[in-house]
């Protein structure tokens, strides 16, 4: 009877072992939000039901820009939300287009779009955007209408992919651009407090607050090209 005891609490520590490792691996581990197939694991902002405006193409994730130059509308969220992580994705877009990555971004019928909660990493044709001049904010890689690239960007030509990550650890936050940190800035301080009060985002009091929510990837009515999109929980 003690020998089979003894047996049991063996085979219970290898199993309590394995569930620690397991449960350290998972959190660690990259995850593809992609497949190169379809968007399974992708479903309409704050809709049910098919994704029209998006398809895959080459094994890329590509808008179609079916919303027609709003910025409401067509953007596709993940099915899971984040916390903290690390999300590296690559992407290209075609001359004059608009697009971006969201993060932390709440589905709720009274939000009309994606970028109402979710800080933004901003994609967009630097050089051949037409309709007006860009603002420093407004350009590729800006943690858009919040903090500017810095001084280190490298961005490819249109039509060619480049490679970037955002991460998000307890508030702290890094934009990358083709293995270049661009951005850097802690969320919810002081200094963001007042750039959110003092610009595009004093009348919206729930921007940016959020410390968990969906992925999103934007349409801005132009076409825009998305593949190898993974992330890490941190």
């Not at 953007?75 to 290209?92: A, P, R």
């Not at 019928?109 to 979710?118: A, C, H, I, L, R």
């Given at each position: 009877m003690k020998k089979h005891f003894i047996t049991l609490s063996f085979a219970a520590l290898v199993c309590a072992a394995g569930s620690t490792s397991f449960a350290q691996a998972k959190k660690g581990a990259w995850v593809n939000l992609f497949d190169g197939k379809d968007l399974k694991g992708w479903h309409g902002f704050n809709k049910t039901g098919p994704v029209k405006n998006w398809e895959v193409e080459n094994g890329a994730l590509v808008c179609l820009g079916a919303v027609q130059g709003t910025d409401?509308?067509?953007?596709?969220?993940?099915?899971?939300?984040?916390?903290?992580?690390?999300?590296?994705?690559?992407?290209?877009?075609?001359?004059?287009?608009?697009?971006?990555?969201?993060?932390?971004?709440?589905?709720?019928?009274?939000?009309?779009?994606?970028?109402?909660?979710?800080?933004?990493?901003?994609?967009?044709?630097?050089i051949g955007w037409v309709p007006d001049k860009l603002e420093d904010w407004q350009k590729t890689g800006a943690d858009y209408a919040m903090h500017i690239a810095n001084g280190d960007k490298k961005l490819k030509p249109v039509g060619e992919w480049n490679t970037s990550k955002i991460i998000f650890n307890n508030g702290h936050v890094e934009h990358w651009l083709n293995g270049k940190k661009i951005v850097e800035f802690t969320a919810w301080d002081a200094d963001w407090e007042k750039r959110k009060a003092e610009g595009k985002w004093k009348d919206h009091p729930e921007y940016g607050l959020a410390k968990t929510g969906h992925i999103a990837l934007q349409d801005h009515g132009h076409k825009a090209y998305y593949k190898n999109i993974r992330i890490k929980e941190l």
């Open positions: 409401t509308g067509g953007d596709i969220v993940t099915d899971k939300e984040y916390g903290n992580f690390e999300l590296s994705w690559e992407w290209k877009i075609d001359k004059g287009s608009n697009s971006g990555v969201l993060y932390h971004v709440v589905e709720d019928p009274k939000y009309s779009g994606t970028y109402v909660t979710g800080p933004e990493y901003q994609i967009i044709d630097d």
